[in-house]
Every structure is written in structure tokens, then in C-alpha cells.
């Protein structure tokens, strides 16, 4: 009987190895470059009232009202280009406006080169786009509304930041 309980142990150890196999396979990644951001057109307001409260108000065609003279020459509404993307890639694009000495700025932005249309987007708003079938830059169109929080000296010249994310989703 020792030696039927050996023989079976030995059976169920040996068929057990026999019917058993493993195999290594591999998992593929492909590395995404991150996008570059660059200002391809500088945004300005032109000329506005110094005093505190005025507000100039540029919409996306590039054109001012409020405190502002709207025949000022150096008007242009601000073009941020987005390159290094590959076809069909979902991102998330936000432009945030902030304060600067003596002036307040607060952005709306229209995205280009995107599938679907993406236009007047409100100030530090993820707008979730995909990039079209080729992989086209992406271009930003900044505007939006600049506000003086402190009394200007006429003559001079005053800046406030904005902020461009692009990220992957």
C-alpha cells in the first residue's frame, strides 16, 4: 500500500509539471513628446485711461471698447502657438490671466487647429480638445479684458502675466 501511495504522489507530481507552461510577453509604449509653447504675436491693448477702474475690453476679432482708444496702432490680439503634437491626441488647454503692477488682466482665449470649434473660452478654463488627424499645431488667439487696479502715470507702460497649460488627458 506505501509503495501505490509513492507511485500516486509521484504520478500527480510529474503529470502536474507536464501540463502546466508559462510564457514572457512584452508590453510596447510609445513616448509623446511634450508641446512647445510659444507667443507668435505679443498681446496689446493699445492706450487706456490711467485712472483706477477703467477697463478695456478687446473681443477675438482684435477690436477694443471701454477705456481704451480704439485707433491706437499697437492693438493685436495675442497668438500663442502649440507645436510637437502627434495626430488625434486629447489635451486640456488653459489661459489664466493675473494680475500685474498696477493692472489686472483676465483672459478669453479661442482655440485653433483642433477638431471641433473652441471659441471664447473663459479666463483659467480647461477646454478638453483633440488634435486633428495630422497633428497640426494648435493656435491660441488671446484677448480679453484688462482692468487698472492702481492709478497709471501716462507715458509709461504696464504689463500683467497670462498663463498658457497645455496638457495630456
Request: glycine share 10%; aromatic share 6%.
Given at each position: 500500500m506505501k509503495k501505490r501511495l509513492v507511485s500516486l504522489a509521484l504520478l500527480s507530481t510529474l503529470s502536474a509539471s507536464t501540463i502546466a507552461a508559462n510564457s514572457t510577453?512584452?508590453?510596447?509604449?510609445?513616448?509623446?513628446?511634450?508641446?512647445?509653447?510659444?507667443?507668435?504675436?505679443?498681446?496689446?491693448?493699445?492706450?487706456?485711461q490711467p485712472t483706477s477702474g477703467a477697463v478695456c475690453t478687446m473681443d477675438n476679432t482684435g477690436?477694443?471698447?471701454?477705456?481704451?482708444?480704439?485707433?491706437?496702432?499697437?492693438?493685436?490680439?495675442?497668438?500663442?502657438?502649440?507645436?510637437?503634437l502627434t495626430a488625434n491626441v486629447p489635451l486640456n488647454v488653459t489661459v489664466t490671466g493675473q494680475a500685474?503692477?498696477?493692472?489686472s488682466f483676465v483672459s478669453e482665449f479661442d482655440i485653433n487647429g483642433a477638431v471641433g470649434t473652441h471659441e471664447n473660452?473663459?479666463?483659467?478654463?480647461?477646454?478638453?480638445?483633440?488634435?486633428?488627424?495630422?497633428?497640426?499645431?494648435?493656435?491660441?488667439?488671446?484677448?480679453?479684458q484688462m482692468t487698472v487696479t492702481t492709478a497709471l502715470t501716462p507715458g509709461?507702460?504696464?504689463?500683467?502675466?497670462?498663463?498658457?497649460d497645455v496638457s495630456f488627458q
Open positions: 510577453f512584452q508590453a510596447t509604449v510609445n513616448a509623446i513628446s511634450d508641446a512647445a509653447i510659444a507667443q507668435t504675436t505679443a498681446l496689446h491693448f493699445g492706450a487706456m477690436a477694443v471698447t471701454g477705456s481704451c482708444d480704439a485707433t491706437n496702432a499697437n492693438i493685436a490680439i495675442g497668438l500663442i502657438t502649440v507645436s510637437g500685474g503692477t498696477n493692472v473660452n473663459a479666463d483659467n478654463t480647461a477646454i478638453a480638445v483633440t488634435t486633428n488627424g495630422t497633428g497640426d499645431n494648435l493656435t491660441l488667439d488671446v484677448y480679453g509709461d507702460s504696464y504689463t500683467a502675466n497670462y498663463i498658457v
